[in-house]
């Protein structure tokens, strides 16, 4: 579960990173922060820790 939860938080981390720089290019830092990436931290953080479960899970059963 630890080797995967990081490579997929850096992922979604990236991607919030992204959203953020170019929504701050047209309404500014402040409101990018709360329009464009604080309501989705708590969903990106619960995808993050359902994905961390379901890969290894998902892995052990593809090598059956």
């Known amino acids: 579960v630890q080797t995967c939860a990081l490579p997929i938080s850096v992922a979604a981390a990236s991607i919030l990173a992204l959203g953020f720089a170019y929504l701050a290019s047209f309404i500014g830092a402040e409101a990018a922060w709360s329009v464009g990436v604080l309501p ?10 359902i994905a961390a479960l379901l890969v290894p899970a998902a892995t052990r059963l593809l090598k059956r």
């Open 40 to 49: 989705f931290i708590l969903g990106d953080a619960v995808k993050v820790a």
